[in-house]
């Protein structure tokens, strides 16, 4: 298994595909090799953002600057902060195939976890992006939808959504607390409102959002919100104090 990152929705499946393939390796960025190692999910980002992920282990990492034997091909590691501090891509220049796990999408890139920790991230972004476009891959494999090959206009639409976001932060922690209410909602399929708001207000990123972002509003105001925004998207629908996910 090769996790370009170890946010839940990428590793989640490890520990089950570890049961039935005992023989498999598992490849993890260096970052939080010593997280997995001594199983810290505090450190992994799990509790903060109120996901779960059950324990695995790891084989090996995927050091940026080294190479990788995938398929029979020779793959290059790469740093690709950014989404993610430790998230790294793999680069094969034979095929020119890029493994682009959050750093660039068809249309856009994952949310930026340092800018809503209160760090820097935005830049990164930008620098994953200038090195996404100096690799010239042909065939683009996201971590999330269709694999595509128009890299001059998902550079484009990653570029504007950045720029985006930098002009208005407070749009960028809005989205940011959307998924991580979205992922919650992929993880349980249907929860009550009750529920919900009550693993947000023990979920620490929410607070520190809430605090930040979001002082004028009450607590539940807020994410109430949040599900309503995501049902008028059509990625959630909500009846009779029940949410589900769509």
Known sequence: MVNTHLHSDHCGGNAALQRLFPTAKTLIPPGQAADVKNWNPAGLGYVGTGQYCEQF???DVLAPGSQVSLGGRHWSVYAAEGHDPHSVVLFEPLSRVLISADALWEDGFGVVFPELDGSSGFDAVEDTLSLIESLNPAVVIPGHG??????????????SRLAAFKAAPLRHASHGAKVLVK???LELQQVSEKHLLDWAQATSYFG???QKWFPEFEVSEWIDSLVEQLARAGVARRHEGIVYNV
């Not at 694999?147 to 484009?156: E, G, K, S």
């Open 208 to 210: 520190s959002l809430h």
């Open 57 to 59: 282990t790891y084989s």
């Open 146 to 159: 269709a694999v595509f090959n128009n890299l001059p206009a998902a550079l484009a639409s990653a570029r």
């Open 183 to 185: 992922f919650k909602l």
